[in-house]
């Protein structure tokens, strides 16, 4: 039910062009997961990213164990079912929520104990309850359940949660049973060159469906992210998908694909929309700004989205600063539509 | 460019089953408009009205005037290519949200001071004001600028006002030059019927396209509202359409309608979508009660709209209690499309 090829090698750089066949459907990659932390892509219907060329979503596990719980969206028929999205589904395995939402989280060999974000409540993940979770939910991809560290961490700190990672990561391989689901590991090392490639070794060597770099874009400076994706995307296997978790902008994309990473996911397109940031093909502007009042052009004369075909800057402008809802829902439209062709370019580039 | 046909009048009762041709195309009536306050319909896209079964939407002068500015509109190129809103549109006098939404207004023959409701700023607005402001904007259908009173109020004071908002219909039709926008006289007089009485015999000797009945649904009993429209609405031209200001729910349609009204506007269907509050055909729910958690079937089983046929109540109850923007989207999709199917049902029952 999960297969990875790859169709294309560039001859200029590593960069791929592949396939990766889920229960869901065919993905074309490289490719870019919008996110969908709670069950929903803020802002849009299902058809809405089926047009601007959305293949795959991200949804969070933290987000989902907590509200509504993952038993609720089991018994309801599945993550796919319930929220309408019958396109593949990846899911991360909470880790990275634990240690930037939650509070008083504390971690032992055995899991995580930590309060909900939103209540207090007290939990504790391991990852075999990662896995459960995740089977529950029921996406196409599912990850090991990982420590994620922050930026900057001393050596000693990130050596040890390396190695926690990679213990975590053979636990989680044991207790997943879902055949129809993949399962990706995770790299870790924080910006330490020789603990990503101990980690790199260790991860491989339990086996996995496909492998991710996670612990990047997490605070440091660009050219160590940079340094790490191109010294750790090489040494992962070449017939498995290669995933940049949380990464990132139009620019980095292009980076990481040129450096052999296959999948992306970041929160940039929808929640700069959000705020009134807005991708255009001259440069990021501010929706904001006094001097799209009386701007009536699209916001990009270049895109062919259905924000771009219909409203003028002034109107885009107008709704940010009333506040209306309909600006969220424009907004994204336009900033999804904009990566998905950054990166549909680049795959059809390759060659 | 305006025409109103009476197609059918019930045996049973006053109802009237018509077409209004505008510039921007035909509406069948009776007819629910839904708000589109700020040149939206909130979390709505214009297909999305269409696809409910919206004929006509109401904009509110007020706003409009105060962000981003007629001007802006008119120099867009009207409001209906401002907002991609193709299908006619009706727009407020401003007077209504004066005299509810903005400070330290002070009335006079001339018209009406008051203070932005947003940054405080000063302003004046005039019969020709509104006019000249609704004819920038550029609806298919003006209202004249009228003195609303709210419940309660006393006999001398609605008697003054009353006679204030006669003067500005008279003034309001002068004002007004562009041959491709109807327009609407507003009767007044609070609940008492002598008032209501003269008002309406003035305001048709001045002579309007359509006829409105304004100052309801503004905190009287529900009876003396009834007891209001079915004194009024016989006494309007019948070869007019007749205007229902602000109201209301399912029943006060059904019963409005009953009474010779062709027209309806409110914000229930809008606002209470935003607040969980969801019309069904087994009554009113809160999609935010417990009870829904669990419950895996369609908000509305005899409901065909987008959202019944998608979604469950348990993952609307989960948008809900998230505060995703998407519960907005869903929820305010079934709410308009429930108002528009019971008129719809209505008219079709006329003959």
């Not at 709670?38 to 164990?65: D, R």
């Not at 902008?249 to 940031?277: Q, S």
């Not at 001259?282 to 009536?296: A, H, L, S, V």
């Amino acid at each position: 039910m999960f297969e990875f090829k790859i169709i294309k090698k560039d001859t200029k750089s590593n960069a791929r062009r592949g396939v990766l066949l889920t229960p869901h459907g065919e993905i074309q990659t490289p490719v870019f997961m919008p996110v969908g932390t709670q069950g929903t892509v803020k802002a849009m219907k299902p058809e809405e990213l089926i047009e601007v060329g959305t293949q795959i979503i991200l949804a969070n596990t933290y987000h989902l164990y907590l509200r509504p719980g993952d038993e609720i969206i089991k018994e309801s028929g599945g993550i796919h079912k319930f929220m309408n999205w019958h396109k593949p589904i990846l899911t991360d395995s909470g880790g990275f929520q634990i240690f930037s939402l939650s509070k008083l989280n504390k971690v032992s060999e055995e899991g995580v104990a930590f309060q909900s974000h939103i209540d207090g409540s007290k939990h504790f993940l391991t990852p075999e309850r990662s896995i459960e979770i995740q089977n529950n939910l029921g996406a196409d991809i599912i990850m090991a359940f990982d420590e994620c560290t922050f930026y900057p961490v001393n050596y000693n700190t990130a050596k040890e949660s390396m190695s926690l990672t990679i213990e975590w990561a053979s636990r989680s391989k044991n207790a997943q049973k879902n055949k129809f689901q993949a399962l990706f590991g995770i790299v870790q090392g924080s910006i330490f060159s020789d603990l990503r490639e101990h980690c790199t070794e260790e991860i491989i060597k339990i086996g996995f469906d496909g492998y991710a770099i996670g612990g990047l874009s997490v605070g440091e400076p660009k050219e160590e992210m940079f340094k790490i994706v191109k010294q750790i995307s090489p040494l992962l296997p070449e017939d498995k998908p290669r995933y940049l978790m949380g990464v990132g902008t139009p620019d980095d994309l292009k980076e990481c694909i040129k450096m052999g990473i296959d999948m992306f996911d970041c929160v940039i397109p929808t929640r700069n929309a959000r705020n009134g940031k807005l991708f255009t093909s001259e440069g990021e502007i501010n929706i904001k700004q006094n001097k799209y009042t009386r701007d009536y052009r699209p916001l990009d004369e270049k895109c062919d989205c259905y924000t771009c075909k219909n409203y003028s800057r002034a109107y885009l402008r107008h709704l940010y600063m009333t506040n209306e809802i309909l600006s969220s829902i424009l907004n994204t439209t336009h900033n999804i539509c904009f990566f998905h062709k950054i990166v549909k370019k680049i795959r059809e580039e390759i060659c």
